[in-house]
């Protein structure tokens, strides 16, 4: 009897593991399968002709494939929506943690979860329906579909990340701290800059990282809204075409397995290692300056 | 220095009430976007919103009729996605959290995760169009869109799940092991139906979550247009989301069909906030009679 129940036991935690595994594989296969598709292209263009080429015409012929004008578009609207989102998502974790009432706190909670919840293709609808004909009249400007649009449209995507993870931050810094600093006479406002804020700071950038790098992956509202024009950005006006906006807009198109295919998965590529790396240096602060007890402060 | 004393209380304090009422006004900009949002869509939307419309088939090249197949191809895939990573999803989180013990493999399956949670939307779709369509020769299929969507929804699933079985107090599990029960019987009978409300809140999400992604099923299972209703899980369908991006920007008549488009939006965003505002109601309860 206790022989089967030990065999139930042993299969049941093998089994568990290899569950737990499935995530592992994912990630594998999603980069075997990325790669798969996507290397043959550097039998047409160079990888340096590839990620540093301004001319994207991949359907002319013969074609261009130079993914720089892409790669910039993605990183301008990353920075331009993160400017935008990363004091908005800090002030308003800092304000539901430590300075509404409680009820307060449970009205604002929600709503920031529901803007996450919203599907970005709405917002992309949105951005291009409401917010574009409203820019185009008020700065006077041939399209309203450009690299702000795009960017202030992101921006509200990646709030919620910001501030949901910053306020996990701010939560557990240990609140003997702010009670030494309000029992040495700072007052509120002094202990959540001097002391609430160092403590969670690596809480914070962790959130920032990761909210950015929900940014330049988005897809619905840069395809949407950022104009399409595969060229580097001069102004905050101009059209763009970040990465996966090109991916979208484009495969349908591209015969299957022909340059432009495999072009499109490189670029996929090229998107995967920007948040790889955003992914790895936001767990590396999480972990490096992982915070135990205060002793670590 | 007396005399300052008092002067300079009132300026910090003075400093804290303007510095206080920027932080209010920044998360009264989130509550406001999210309401214009919500607004506009609606008060453009609910016009185009009568029986026909969400009983019926779009007709003259989509620029009259309804979305009946829209809503069908959304909840086949969502539905799908969720059946496929649930099962794979909570027993990742029971392995996470009931079995593992700290060390480096454990960091690595995290580490997995946090990275798939990372990946973009459009990279699953090449992933998927890839892997499921092409390599697996399911081609453009609900089967497909759902498997993608599914790798995606894992780490959402995942993380839910993990938050209900830490809310399950130690002492439940002590004192089922302490009556000899093993560590399995345990987790089935004890631990998983005390965190199951916090799991299915998890699910909900998660289905609400897959609804609303366009990117993932762009290549892997959404079609522009199909007359028939699916009959099986290796047909194309039609969806809300890429409804509505194909109705804003490719369609034949864009301006003629706003209202079709608006209405659409309503009709995702209902379905997508309500199932979102179910889960979080009922875990601000649960999380209430926990305490």
Same mark, same amino acid.
């Given at each position: 009897?206790?022989?089967?129940?030990?065999?139930?036991?042993?299969?049941?935690?093998?089994?568990?593991?290899?569950?737990?595994?499935?995530?592992?594989?994912?990630?594998?296969?999603?980069?075997?399968?990325?790669?798969?598709?996507?290397?043959?292209?550097? $039998?047409?263009?160079?990888?340096?002709?590839?990620?540093?080429?301004?001319?994207?015409?991949?359907?002319?012929?013969?074609?261009?494939?130079?993914?720089?004008?892409?790669?910039?578009?993605?990183?301008?609207?990353?920075?331009?929506?993160?400017?935008?989102?990363?004091?908005?998502?800090?002030?308003?974790?800092?304000?539901?943690?430590?300075?509404?009432?409680?009820?307060?706190?449970?009205?604002?909670?929600?709503?920031?979860?529901?803007?996450?919840?919203?599907?970005?293709?709405?917002?992309?609808?949105?951005?291009?329906?409401?917010?574009?004909?409203?820019?185009? $009249?008020?700065? $006077?400007?041939?399209?309203?579909?450009?690299?702000? $649009?795009?960017?202030?449209?992101?921006?509200?995507?990646?709030?919620?990340?910001?501030?949901?993870?910053?306020?996990?931050?701010?939560?557990?810094?240990?609140?003997?701290?702010?009670?030494?600093?309000?029992?040495?006479?700072?007052?509120?406002?002094?202990?959540?800059?001097?002391?609430?804020?160092?403590?969670?700071?690596?809480?914070?950038?962790?959130?920032?990282?990761?909210?950015?790098?929900?940014?330049?992956?988005?897809?619905?509202?840069?395809?949407?809204?950022?104009?399409?024009?595969?060229?580097?950005?001069?102004?905050?006006?101009?059209?763009?075409?970040?990465?996966?906006?090109?991916?979208?807009?484009?495969?349908?198109?591209?015969?299957?397995?022909?340059?432009?295919?495999?072009?499109?998965?490189?670029?996929?590529?090229?998107?995967?290692?920007?948040?790889?790396?955003?992914?790895?240096?936001?767990?590396?602060?999480?972990?490096?300056?992982?915070?135990?007890?205060?002793?670590?402060? | 220095?007396?005399?300052?004393?008092?002067?300079?209380?009132?300026?910090? +304090?003075?400093?804290?009430?303007?510095?206080?009422?920027?932080?209010?006004? %920044?998360?009264?900009?989130?509550?406001?976007?999210?309401?214009?949002?919500?607004?506009? =869509?609606?008060?453009?939307?609910?016009?185009?919103? +009568?029986?026909?419309?969400?009983?019926?088939?779009?007709?003259?090249?989509?620029?009259?009729?309804?979305?009946?197949?829209? =809503?069908?191809?959304?909840?086949?895939?969502?539905?799908?996605?969720?059946?496929?990573?649930?099962?794979?999803?909570?027993?990742?989180?029971?392995?996470?959290?009931?079995?593992?013990?700290?060390?480096?493999?454990?960091?690595?399956?995290?580490?997995?995760? /946090? +990275?798939?949670?990372?990946?973009?939307?459009?990279?699953?779709?090449?992933?998927?169009?890839?892997?499921?369509?092409?390599?697996?020769?399911?081609?453009?299929?609900?089967?497909?869109?759902?498997?993608?969507?599914?790798?995606?929804?894992?780490?959402?699933?995942?993380?839910?799940?993990?938050?209900?079985?830490? %809310?399950?107090?130690?002492?439940?599990?002590?004192?089922?092991?302490?009556?000899?029960?093993?560590?399995?019987?345990?987790?089935?009978?004890?631990?998983?139906?005390?965190?199951?409300?916090?799991?299915?809140?998890?699910? =909900?999400?998660?289905?609400?979550?897959?609804?609303?992604?366009?990117?993932?099923?762009?290549?892997?299972? %959404?079609?522009?247009?199909?007359?028939?209703?699916?009959?099986?899980?290796?047909?194309?369908?039609?969806?809300?989301?890429?409804?509505?991006?194909?109705?804003?920007?490719?369609?034949?008549?864009?301006?003629?069909?706003?209202?079709?488009?608006?209405?659409?939006?309503?009709?995702?965003?209902?379905?997508?906030?309500?199932? /979102?505002?179910?889960?979080? =109601?009922?875990?601000?309860?649960?999380?209430?009679?926990?305490?």
């Amino acid at each position: 009897m206790a022989n089967k129940r030990q065999i139930t036991e042993r299969t049941m935690h093998t089994l568990f593991f290899v569950v737990a595994s499935a995530s592992i594989v994912m990630l594998f296969m999603i980069m075997i399968f990325l790669f798969m598709e996507g290397i043959p292209i550097f $039998n047409e263009v160079s990888v340096k002709d590839f990620i540093f080429g301004k001319y994207w015409y991949p359907t002319s012929e013969p074609p261009d494939f130079g993914i720089l004008s892409l790669i910039v578009a993605s990183l301008s609207v990353t920075l331009l929506s993160a400017l935008i989102s990363i004091p908005l998502g800090i002030l308003t974790a800092i304000y539901i943690a430590e300075i509404a009432s409680k009820k307060v706190g449970e009205i604002i909670k929600p709503m920031v979860e529901l803007l996450a919840a919203l599907p970005s293709v709405v917002i992309g609808f949105f951005g291009m329906v409401l917010v574009a004909p409203f820019l185009q $009249n008020i700065f $006077n400007i041939p399209t309203g579909l450009n690299l702000f $649009n795009a960017s202030l449209m992101l921006a509200f995507m990646s709030i919620p990340t910001i501030c949901s993870l910053s306020e996990d931050a701010i939560h557990s810094v240990p609140n003997s701290l702010r009670e030494a600093s309000l029992a040495l006479g700072a007052t509120h406002l002094e202990t959540i800059l001097k002391v609430v804020l160092p403590a969670s700071l690596s809480g914070i950038s962790t959130a920032v990282i990761l909210g950015m790098s929900r940014a330049i992956g988005e897809t619905m509202v840069v395809l949407m809204v950022a104009g399409g024009a595969a060229l580097i950005p001069e102004s905050i006006f101009d059209p763009v075409r970040p990465m996966p906006a090109s991916i979208a807009s484009e495969m349908a198109e591209a015969p299957f397995r022909s340059a432009h295919y495999h072009a499109l998965f490189a670029t996929g590529i090229v998107l995967f290692i920007f948040t790889l790396l955003f992914n790895i240096i936001a767990d590396h602060i999480a972990h490096k300056y992982k915070q135990v007890g205060e002793a670590t402060l | 220095m007396s005399v300052s004393v008092p002067s300079l209380q009132r300026r910090r +304090n003075f400093l804290q009430k303007i510095v206080f009422n920027v932080f209010r006004l %920044a998360s009264l900009i989130n509550g406001l976007a999210l309401f214009i949002i919500v607004y506009f =869509i609606v008060a453009k939307g609910w016009k185009a919103i +009568n029986w026909t419309f969400l009983t019926q088939p779009p007709v003259d090249s989509m620029t009259k009729g309804g979305i009946l197949p829209c =809503i069908v191809g959304t909840l086949c895939l969502s539905i799908g996605a969720i059946l496929i990573a649930m099962p794979i999803g909570v027993a990742s989180a029971i392995y996470l959290n009931e079995y593992a013990r700290p060390g480096p493999l454990i960091r690595v399956i995290r580490l997995g995760i /946090n +990275n798939l949670a990372g990946i973009p939307s459009i990279v699953f779709g090449l992933f998927g169009l890839a892997f499921f369509v092409v390599w697996l020769k399911m081609g453009v299929s609900i089967i497909a869109g759902a498997l993608t969507l599914g790798a995606m929804s894992l780490p959402v699933i995942i993380g839910t799940t993990e938050e209900a079985l830490r %809310a399950v107090p130690d002492t439940y599990r002590e004192a089922s092991l302490g009556l000899g029960a093993t560590k399995w019987q345990t987790i089935y009978r004890v631990v998983l139906p005390t965190a199951l409300p916090g799991i299915l809140t998890g699910t =909900i999400l998660g289905i609400s979550r897959a609804a609303g992604e366009t990117a993932p099923i762009m290549f892997t299972a %959404a079609v522009f247009f199909t007359p028939i209703m699916p009959s099986s899980i290796f047909d194309e369908v039609m969806a809300l989301p890429y409804h509505i991006y194909v109705l804003a920007t490719a369609g034949t008549e864009i301006e003629a069909t706003r209202h079709l488009q608006y209405g659409t939006a309503l009709v995702l965003i209902f379905l997508v906030l309500g199932m /979102n505002l179910i889960a979080i =109601i009922y875990r601000s309860r649960l999380r209430k009679r926990m305490q």
